[in-house]
């Protein structure tokens, strides 16, 4: 709507058509490597008039190899990966008492809306990029070298239900990672103009090793998937005795797990950025104690996201996040500590959560970009001090 493109916080609103690059990319022979984010397989039915379907994401893989895509990997496997990352990230800053509450990172219209309107929370983002990002490192930095390709040679197409993330794969910090990015919608007028019927194409499934996912990792696509994947992974560790949780209101969402020793860790769930700066200052007044917050920029997370076929209203996104659990409900992996490729990639390159190379891969840093007077941007540097 038009609000929501006068206030994006990353511009990403004012649409950009990206399909002229991945044919160009093919015509000069690049090694094609595609990703599918989770929501895409939510919504792409409605774009080109199909029913729901819960084995789409399997027909979308199939199709894009029959146009020349080499791989096509699950962005759902990154998200077992990130929440893995920042599940520990999370644990060492409880530990050590800094930095909290920890802040979700995956959203990069939630991640410029910081830099520019909260830089003294920067420090308290989970330093780990988004799946989008961090598997676009891992392809371009290790398995290029394990297949014997050129990482030049290789064009990484992500396929995201977001605009934002067409800025996120151009910030200065992450590029290179990811060649290109296209939406949903971007998606569907390729399926469209190659003539071909998506329902009478057969699912197959996506390539290995980085298209094995976790039902975890699959609810990355909607609103509490984040929270909910990091305390999968920390379940063990925290002998979790139980679950409370409460909306406070329309998008924000408030949980407390009680653990056997007695402690007890308290998360907030939020999407919209009017209901995120209501969550922010209350934890500056004081108001709410908290130690994790997930935030999405979008009304139920990314299955509500820009780049989302329109009508993109809550009936919707609600349809869509039902879609999304019934995909998640054919998958046999629960938390992102079953996901034996994503264990094996530590086993063979990462070593362990948080390690040296961990850190060089996975992980990033955010700018102050808070406007100065005459309206310009001035990039500063961090930490900052934080407002008593
Ligand atoms: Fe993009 Fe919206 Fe998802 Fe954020 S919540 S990553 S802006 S689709």
């Not at 511009?11 to 160009?24: C, E, H, M, S, W």
């Not at 996201?305 to 998958?331: A, C, F, H, M, W």
Request: net charge negative; charged share 25%; with cysteine.
């Amino acid at each position: 709507c038009g609000q929501c493109v006068a206030h994006c916080p990353t511009g990403a609103l004012t649409f950009r058509n990206d399909i002229q690059k991945v044919y160009k990319a093919m015509e000069e022979g690049k090694y094609i490597i595609g990703m599918m984010a989770p929501a895409v397989r939510a919504s792409i039915q409605e774009e080109l008039g199909l029913e729901n379907d819960v084995v789409t994401a399997g027909r979308i893989v199939n199709f894009l190899k029959s146009i020349g895509f080499n791989k096509v990997f699950d962005v759902a496997f990154a998200a077992d990966l990130v929440a893995y990352e920042e599940a520990h990230e999370f644990k060492e800053r409880l530990e050590k008492g800094e930095k909290l509450p920890q802040f979700t990172s995956c959203c990069p219209g939630w991640v410029k809306f910081a830099e520019h309107n909260y830089p003294e929370f920067l420090e308290n983002l989970s330093s780990v990029k988004s799946p989008q990002q961090a598997l676009g490192s891992i392809i371009k930095r290790y398995y290029a070298k394990e297949i014997g390709i050129d990482p030049e040679d290789i064009y990484l197409v992500s396929i995201m239900p977001c605009t934002a993330k067409k800025f996120e794969a151009e910030r200065e910090e992450l590029s290179g990672e990811v060649d290109v990015v296209i939406t949903t919608k971007e998606l569907s007028q390729i399926i469209r103009s190659s003539g071909f019927n998506l329902k009478d194409i057969p699912p197959v499934p996506f390539d290995r090793p980085y298209g094995l996912s976790s039902q975890s990792g699959l609810s990355f696509g909607k609103t509490g998937g984040v929270f909910s994947s990091v305390l999968n992974v920390l379940e063990d560790e925290l002998e979790v005795e139980s679950v409370k949780t409460e909306e406070l209101e329309k998008g924000i969402r408030i949980t407390t797990v009680k653990t056997k020793n007695g402690k007890s860790i308290t998360g907030v769930v939020v999407f919209g950025l009017g209901n995120t700066r209501k969550v922010i200052d209350k934890i500056k007044e004081g108001n709410l104690k908290v130690d994790i917050v997930e935030v999405m920029a979008c009304d139920f997370g990314c299955i509500g996201g820009g780049g989302q076929p329109y009508p993109n209203d809550t009936r919707v996104r609600t349809k869509r996040s039902k879609i999304l659990s019934e995909v998640v409900g054919i998958d046999v992996l629960i938390s992102p500590t079953e996901n034996y490729h994503m264990l094996s990639l530590y086993e063979k390159y990462l070593k362990e959560p948080l390690s040296h190379i961990a850190h060089e891969v996975l992980h990033t840093t955010y700018k102050n970009r808070k406007r100065i007077n005459n309206g310009d941007i001035e990039i500063l540097p961090l930490p900052i001090e934080k407002e008593k």
